[in-house]
């Protein structure tokens, strides 16, 4: 079985600093990795992926990933926070192989302050 | 190229009504996978479609329940809804090939926002 924890609900950080999401996983197997954004009222959009390769993953709007197996971790990062950025962040995995099924964590929550 | 479609937005059903949300996949995708977020928690895979067959279930009960039609659109129907059935529903599609997934990614659309009263 696979899980993902992320800890604590909410992150809230000043406008310029950095972003740190955090992410650990278990997984019986070498997962697949993926960090999702959800604005209110949307869906969800992807930020990055990690699949197979380096195991620094950049994605859209300036965040990037590290894939740490023996930390079985995969934090979300960004250097300098932007109001826009304030959303719903989800950590998932995914086994590989044909089964595309995604677990997800519960998700935290970013908040920018001017 | 179309994204992931769902309707209706919003919908206000009471206990032990029928509902079905509807979903169109992306241009090209040939798969469909529906998601239960209930409020201040990840989406919890339910159930995904491929070739119209369901191909793998999350723990969800048999009151729920989903269809795949040839131009790969997707229903999900619960019947009996309960009280807890309240949440946003998220289709997804992809595309899979006779290796697996492609590109290794889901797309999704806006959700469905069921209340339950």
């Known amino acids: 079985a696979q899980s993902v924890t992320q800890l604590g609900s909410h992150v809230s ?35 990055l992926k990690y699949t197979t390769g380096a195991t620094l993953v950049k994605g859209i709007n300036g965040f990037e990933a590290e ?30 192989g044909a089964n595309s099924k995604l677990t997800f964590g519960k998700g935290i929550t970013l908040s920018v302050r001017p | ?3 992931v479609t769902q309707s209706p937005t919003h919908l206000i059903k009471t206990r032990g009504q029928q509902v079905t949300l509807r979903c169109s ?10 998601y239960q977020q209930a409020l201040g928690q990840g989406p919890q895979f339910i159930f995904q479609y491929y070739r119209e067959e369901e191909n793998g279930r999350g723990n969800f009960p048999p ?19 309960e009280l807890d059935d309240s ?15 492609i590109n290794n990614e889901q797309f999704f659309g806006p959700g469905t926002r069921l209340t339950v009263l």
């Open chain 2, 63 to 81: 009151r729920f329940s989903g269809l795949q039609f040839p131009n790969y659109s997707s229903e999900l129907n619960v019947n009996a809804l």
């Open chain 1, 67 to 96: 894939f740490k197996k023996s930390e079985t971790s995969f934090h979300l990062t960004k250097p300098s926070a932007h109001m826009s950025d304030a959303a719903e962040y989800f950590c998932a995995v995914r086994r590989t």
């Open chain 2, 25 to 34: 996949s992306q241009s090209g995708h040939n798969t469909v996978s529906w």
């Open chain 2, 1 to 3: 190229e179309t994204g």
């Open chain 1, 13 to 47: 950080v000043s406008e310029g600093a950095l972003v740190l999401l955090r992410c650990n996983y278990s997984s019986s197997v070498p997962p697949y990795l993926f960090w999702y954004v959800q604005y209110p009222n949307q869906g969800l959009q992807l930020l």
């Open chain 2, 87 to 101: 949440a946003l529903y998220l289709c997804a599609s992809s595309l899979v090939g006779g290796g697996g997934l």
